[in-house]
């Protein structure tokens, strides 16, 4: 292993935790600065091939969402054959504007492998592997932001 790869393993939890943020916010300038602009990126059902065509589909995707909220944990990093991975845990939970009583909550698998661009890590393929989708109503005392906007930054 390279003598930095407790530094890469910082780096690579603020690209995960950035990615969390940049949703959440709909900071879409922000998220297209923690990945190279060929990522590819494999969810379920879908296969993102660079960073244009994956904000085609994701934008509107969260455009359509009252609020999101990614939870990321347990990073974990290393080195292979193939370069610099990393995983996370994240737990994301969302409602839709079409459907504000409901929440929907996921648990997922980020597998990230990163590249080191001029002195900066991005991440340059994503895979997010569903571990659990539970969507329910959302429980009376629950108290939510009017709009995701509201969590952004007013400076």
Known sequence: MPADLSRIAVEAARLQNGY???VDTRDWDYFATL???DVRAIYPGSDYRGMDDWLATFVPFHDA???TLHVMTNHVVGE?????WAVCYGW???THQDTPDQISRSAVLYRDRLR???GRWRIERRRLDLLLRDPGPIPVSLSLPHSVLDLRDPS
Do not use: V
């Open 20 to 22: 969390a943020l940049a």
């Open 35 to 37: 990945f190279t602009p």
């Open 65 to 67: 969402c009252t609020w």
């Open 80 to 84: 292979d054959e193939n370069g610099i």
């Open 92 to 94: 994301i939970q969302w």
């Open 116 to 118: 080191d661009d001029d």
